[in-house]
């Protein structure tokens, strides 16, 4: 049994309700309520710092699909505004350097385009009229131009060339794929249509789009503009082999009139997100050293524009650092990270001096309860950030001087009269190697202490990422269904630490399972949980270790295994990112590492597997695809082994991203569960 070292009620995380708990359907979490979620995203400060437009996004039940309008917060007067609002989408909102006027993208009138909309007059105008859509939107400093990146597609050439003309009204099976590139299919995309992303400039009043760009290279990213308009900066890869190169990337300036690229930065490694400091004269970028480690951190680096004095501000912050943004007078720069499970902001001065949690940011990992939050600079003291609450979405807040003041309240029509999950922290030792394992747990909404609660352990996927103290639908809606719910950090999690995440590089699965069941057995402890009714289910990486956890032991009632990796070997050669997967992940070709990966492959171990088991997966995933979870459902059925599996359709690896799919996953996990719950 693990030792408990702490266990702390988080204070302050029950929401408020009108009166006493109503005994209705309608009292907590129902799967319903997906559907009218809200949360905001994307906030912009006006050049000025008297307003902010933010994306505020919600789910829209006719489409399946979540709808995003834009409004407006006024600092002065407090009032909050819809700017662009209806049923088209309306997103990456980038003010003019004046304030005046303000991009955006739009399909309003069907496809996706670059719109400039007066502020004061409310006029808009479309600026692009083009095939394909438009993204990293940035204006010129003299706001006369607008670069963005658009694709540019090329005909696919096949080699075969005899095909005999189809007769008029004929019915053929169409044309037959040629491909003969590394990179020619990617998760939520499908099969990719051949040709490259560009940088473009248009005249910020509409015009022709001007390409810049050249050669067989994708360019995109942050879009940085040189003070004088003349040059910009951004990251890419425009080495000949750089489709086998999966984690490299330069800094490249290009004159945008004549299309002229130099290498600013040029070395092993990424080099990423470009932006200008306000003066000018330095340029702030990601960058890590890579030693081909399955988890490495960003810092936070500035240089001159043509790459000379390059310096490492944050090489004292161990920890995944993030979205970096110069403060007003370009004295240092705000980050986000991750630390101990939760987002905070950081701030580094040009010296390399380090503030650490300024503000917490959560709120917009909707489905489980992972990292997550977007902030932006109003002044060189202000922030807006998207607000951490364990039991709501995110809504927006101004953070001033250590005061957080929240500004929109978007779920309080929906959840305010509900009781939702109480929730809790519990570290534990790890029997492996006494290191400290965080995990949180939610209670069932009114909550009996005296009485006896199913538990679940959901494990978060990655595997190098973190869950924490965040908010999750499918844990609300889990707890609503009478379970006690926890969820954990085991070594290769993230927020702790590079040496900590890389406890299970090119070891994976191994310990973290023991670190799971020291959670378990934490959890068991309590005396409100019912150690005859433990389950387990996890998605991703999730799901490979919930297939590990069947194979080693019984302990669980019923599992489910989402969307996971069975077999190392077949997963090698038949995921989308396979050029980084055998690179990273692996310790060599597959072929060459047999052994070592059958060793880690939960299909190694079905022979053992006794726990009814559900399989989970989106019919469209190419990032663990659907051969993973038919391998073991069928090795599942030749044992005779209770299973079922479950075919998520038009879903790719992020389930989640339709809100019918979120909820069609919730209700089969727990409809498999209620079916082996004992009473």
């Keep these: 049994m693990s030792k408990i070292i702490k266990t702390t009620l988080l204070a302050g995380l029950v929401s408020l309700s009108a009166g006493p708990a109503i005994a209705s359907d309608n009292a907590t979490w129902q799967y319903e309520d997906v559907f009218n979620i809200e949360y905001a995203a994307s906030p912009q400060v006006s050049p000025s710092g008297g307003s902010i437009v933010y994306e505020r996004r919600s789910m829209d039940i006719m489409s399946d699909s979540t709808r995003i309008n834009l409004w407006q917060y006024n600092l002065s007067s407090n009032a909050h505004t819809p700017l662009l609002s209806g049923k088209a989408q309306y997103r990456m909102a980038r003010f003019s350097p004046d304030g005046k006027k303000l991009a955006y993208i739009s399909n309003e009138e069907g496809d996706n385009q670059l719109y400039v909309r007066w502020l004061q007059s409310g006029d808009t105008a479309r600026v692009t009229n083009v095939e394909h859509g438009v993204s990293s939107i940035s204006w010129s400093p003299n706001g006369q131009w607008i670069a963005f990146s658009m694709f540019k597609p090329q005909e696919a050439k096949g080699i075969f060339s005899e095909m005999p003309k189809k007769p008029k009204g004929a019915n053929w099976a169409g044309t037959a794929k040629y491909i003969d590139q590394m990179s020619y299919r990617s998760d939520g995309r499908g099969f990719l249509p051949h040709g490259y992303r560009h940088i473009y400039v248009v005249p910020a009043e509409g015009g022709t789009p001007r390409q810049i760009t050249s050669g067989d290279f994708h360019h995109g990213g942050n879009i940085a503009w040189s003070p004088n308009g003349e040059q910009i900066f951004i990251s890419g890869d425009r080495h000949p082999d750089w489709q086998d190169r999966p984690r490299e990337s330069d800094i490249y300036q290009i004159n945008v009139a004549t299309g002229e690229t130099t290498n600013v930065t040029k070395r092993e490694g990424p080099d990423a997100a470009p932006v200008m400091s306000p003066n000018g004269k330095k340029i702030a970028y990601l960058r890590f050293d ?4 399955s988890s490495q ?6 240089m001159n524009n043509d790459g000379s004095d390059v310096e490492n501000l944050t090489a004292k912050l161990d920890r995944p650092i993030g979205n970096p943004k110069w403060d007003t007078k370009g004295r240092g720069l705000y980050f986000s990270y991750d630390d101990f499970g939760q987002k905070y902001v950081g701030y580094v001065n040009l010296k390399g001096k380090i503030t650490e949690k300024i503000a917490k940011l959560g709120g917009q990992s909707l489905g489980r309860p992972y990292t997550s939050g977007e902030f932006a600079v109003v002044d060189t003291n202000e922030l807006v950030v998207t607000l951490a609450n364990a039991n709501r979405p995110a809504d927006l807040a101004m953070v001033k001087k250590g005061k957080t003041r929240k500004v929109t309240s978007l779920n309080e029509d929906l959840l305010a009269h509900k009781t939702t999950a109480e929730m809790g922290e519990i570290t534990v030792k790890s029997t492996v190697d006494g290191r400290d394992i965080q995990a949180w747990y939610a209670l069932p909404p009114n909550f009996d202490k005296n009485k006896k609660y199913p538990l679940i352990l959901e494990i978060h996927g990655g595997p190098h990422t973190a869950y924490g103290p965040n908010f999750s639908t499918e844990v609300q809606l889990m707890a609503a269904k009478g379970y006690v719910v926890v969820w954990a950090n085991p070594r290769g999690s993230t927020s702790y ?76 050669l038949t995921a989308d990112g396979y050029s980084y997967f055998t690179k990273y992940w692996m310790p060599g070709m597959p072929w060459d590492h047999v052994e070592h990966l059958w060793a880690r492959s939960p299909l190694s171990l079905v022979g053992n597997v006794t726990t009814p088991t559900m399989l989970l997966t989106g019919e469209e995933d190419v990032r663990t695809p659907m051969s993973e979870t038919e391998q073991y459902y069928q090795a599942l059925q030749l044992r005779k082994v209770d299973s079922a599996m479950v075919r998520i359709p038009k879903a790719s690896h992020g389930i989640a991203a339709r809100p019918s799919n979120l909820i069609q996953k919730v209700g089969n996990i727990m409809a498999w569960f209620e079916k082996y719950r004992t009473q």
Excluded at 297 to 302: K, Q, V
Aim: hydrophobic share 45%.
């Design 497 to 572: 630490g590079e040496d900590f995440a890389n406890l299970i590089h090119h070891n994976y699965p191994s310990q973290d399972y023991n670190d799971l069941m020291d959670v378990v057995d934490g959890m068991v402890a309590k005396p409100y949980v019912d150690s005859n009714n433990l389950f387990v289910t996890g998605g991703s990486g999730g799901g490979v270790l919930t297939a590990w956890i069947v194979g080693k032991t019984d302990r669980f009632k019923a599992a489910v295994v989402a969307k996971p990796v069975i077999n190392w070997l077949s997963f090698a």
């Design 297 to 302: 951190n960003n810092d936070i680096f500035i």
């Design 290 to 293: 890579d030693k081909k480690l």
